[in-house]
C-alpha cells in the first residue's frame, strides 16, 4: 500500500489542524496514513480524539529539542517507506520539504488562508517555487492572491476544505425571538466590533433577537467592551470555548460573519450544517459559500449597516430563513462532502 504522511507543527485547536485530520480519516481507507505531530508537547485533546476513531491512522508525535525532533522525523519517514507527505501551514511546509528533499519523498505544502503575513508569505513562496511538488490551497481566492504575489500558478492547486459528517435537513420551528450566532476566535481578523454595531442597528427596530457570540482568544475582553459600548448587553450572550458549538448552531436561526479576511470558512460551513441562512462579508471563498439570495447575502467589510439590514430581512421572515437554510444545507452536500474531498486528493497522488 502507498504510504502518505500528514504533517502538522503543532496539534492545537485550529481549521487547518482539523482539515489536516479530516485528510487523514478521509485518505486511510485508500493509503497506509501517518499522522505526524512535529511538536508533541502541543496536542489538542479533542483532535487527537477524533483520529484515534480511525485505527487504521497511525499517530507520531516527536518530544525534545528542534534537531532531535527533526532527525527523528526523517528517520520516521525513512522507516515506514513514506512516499508522498501533506503538509499543512507555514512551519510544517518548511520540515516537510528539508526531509522531503533529504529522504527523496514528494512533499505538497498547504496554503491555509487567503492571505499570510509579508514573512510566511516569503517563506511559502520560496517552497513553493523551489523545494514543494505542489503547493494546495483551500481556497480560489488564495490561489489568485499568492500567484499575484509571486507564487508560480502551475505550483499551486486548490482544494478547498470539506465538512464531515453532514447532517439531513431539518426545517427550523418558528420562534418569537430569533437567534443570531457568530463562531470563531476573538481575533482582528473575525471583525466582532462590526457584528456587534449590525446587531446594535438592527435592535432599534426589531427588539425580539437573541445574540450569541462563540469563541475564545486574545480580544476577549475587547468583545465584551464593544457589546457594552453599543448597549446590546440585554440580549448578548458571550460563550467561550464551549463544549456543545454543534447544540448551540442547531438552536440558532441565522448564521453571522463578518471577517476582513478568510479562506474557505469551516465556520461558516458549521452554520450551513446547523441549516442555517448565512449572512457574511464578501472575502476569501465566501461568494463560493454563499449564493447572494438563494442560501444568504454577501456584504462588504465593514458595512455594518447592510449586515444590519439582511438580518432584519431574515428576522422578519422565518419562511425564507428556512428556504435559505434548506439551500445552506444542499450546497454543503454537492460541493464540500468528504468524498469530494478524498476524491481530490487521490486524483492528485494519481498523477
Known sequence: MYHIAIVVKNLTSGGAEKQSVLLA???????????????????????????????????KAFVGGHLARYKAFVNYLRENHIKAIFSYLTAANAYACLAGRQVGVKVYTGLRNAELPALKCWADR????????LAIANCFSGKVNFVSKGFHEDKVVVIPNCFENIKPYEEKPIKKVVRIITVGRFVAQKDYETAIHAVAALRQSESEVQFDIVGYGELEAQVREWVKTYGVEDCTQIYINPSNIPELLDDADIYLSTSLFEGTSNSIMEGMNADLPIVATRVGDND???????????????????????????????????????????????????????ESYIDLLSK
Do not use: P
Open 126 to 133: 520560496f517552497l513553493t517555487n523551489r523545494m514543494a511538488c
Open 25 to 59: 480519516k478521509a485518505l486511510s481507507t485508500d493509503y497506509d496514513v501517518h499522522y505526524v505531530i512535529f511538536n508533541g508537547e502541543k496536542v489538542h485533546q479533542k483532535y487527537m480524539n477524533m483520529l484515534k476513531e480511525d485505527a487504521r491512522i497511525h499517530v
Open 288 to 342: 463560493k459559500l454563499v449564493t447572494e439570495g438563494k442560501n444568504g447575502y454577501l456584504c462588504e467589510v465593514k458595512d455594518w449597516q447592510t449586515l444590519a439590514e439582511r438580518l432584519r430581512m431574515l428576522v422578519q421572515d422565518a419562511a425564507l430563513r428556512n428556504v435559505m437554510g434548506y439551500q445552506s444545507k444542499k450546497m454543503l452536500q454537492d460541493n464540500y462532502s468528504m468524498e469530494r474531498f478524498r
